[in-house]
């Protein structure tokens, strides 16, 4: 039986983590994107325990995904082990790496916002290009993990809402694209997960430094935004949650546009095709307390 084979970017933790585990107990051979050989070893532990008597493997790839020679060697990778096993080409490719930065847009530095957007749109464009030719050779499928933020904005969150507005648009875009070389897309949308990124979130936040012109305007922010994030990590799903979702997405007979992931995620949704603009900023300020 043809074993398929797929590529996770950002697989050390969370939500890449839990895929790359979920699809190999399934039968997948799994190429675990991770930028610390640690995280690489840890995982294929972890996959060793969790798949049990699967067909599947994990295999960690080294790939920063800012580092165009590590996109391309990926990329290289692929074609070997396509090549080594007569698939023909990539069945799945999980853009999932990803990095939140927040606070008031007025104090981003450039250098930030360029982060944000080298890491959550730049590079996850840079490796779907460089994937598209084995993507179109197995008639595979691209998921894009963006997040609830990529269809509704909150303040102090900009830039990483920013950058899953653009992924939303990239991946419609692509959606349509690619319909005539058989290659399906998905934008995978959660609200609230338990991951890692909650802390790296907090501690991004953290930096930043209310000028003492401006504590009059911002001066609460640094406090609500650490509940904000506090009680969003609190009430998030499991990591795993997304991850079947996205393995549903993967073996589904056609791909949905689009797969909203949890119940705050759904119900903010909700509120925001209800609400007038400026009523939902007044129910917004209010639960951010500012």
């Known amino acids: 039986m043809r074993v398929p084979l797929a590529l996770i970017t950002g697989a050390s933790t969370g939500i890449g983590r839990a895929t790359a585990l979920r699809l190999v107990a399934s039968g997948w051979t799994v190429l675990a994107g991770v930028r610390d050989p640690e995280a690489g070893e840890r995982l294929m532990a972890d996959a060793g325990t969790t798949a049990g008597g699967a067909s599947g493997r994990l295999l960690p790839l080294a790939l920063e995904v800012t580092d165009a020679a590590q996109v391309a060697a990926a990329a290289e990778r692929v074609a070997r082990e396509s090549e080594a096993s007569s698939r023909g080409g990539l069945d799945a490719l999980v853009n999932n790496a990803g990095i939140g930065i927040g606070g008031p847009l007025e104090l981003i530095s450039a250098e930030d916002l360029r982060k944000q957007f080298d890491v959550n749109v730049f590079a996850q464009v840079a490796v779907t290009q460089a994937l ?38 990239f991946g419609d ?86 797969y909203v992931v949890g119940r705050d995620a759904k119900a903010m949704l909700l509120v925001r095709r209800l609400l007038p603009d400026l009523v939902f900023d007044k129910v917004a300020r209010r639960a951010l307390g500012v």
């Open 173 to 258: 875009a692509l959606r349509v694209e690619l319909r005539s070389s058989g290659v399906q897309v998905a934008l995978v949308e959660p609200g609230s997960v338990a991951t890692p990124i909650w802390d790296k979130s907090r501690a991004e936040a953290d930096r930043v430094v209310i000028p003492p012109e401006l504590q009059d305007a911002y001066g609460r922010i640094p406090a609500a935004m650490d509940k904000v994030l506090k009680d969003t990590a609190r009430r998030g799903v499991p990591p795993e949650q997304v991850a079947a979702t996205i393995e549903r997405a993967l073996t589904a007979p056609r791909m949905r546009a689009r």
């Open 132 to 169: 598209l030719p084995a993507l179109r050779r197995a008639g595979g499928r691209i998921v894009f993990v963006s997040s609830i933020g990529g269809r509704v904005a909150m303040a102090f969150t900009a830039p990483y809402a920013a950058s899953k507005h653009a992924i939303e648009a």
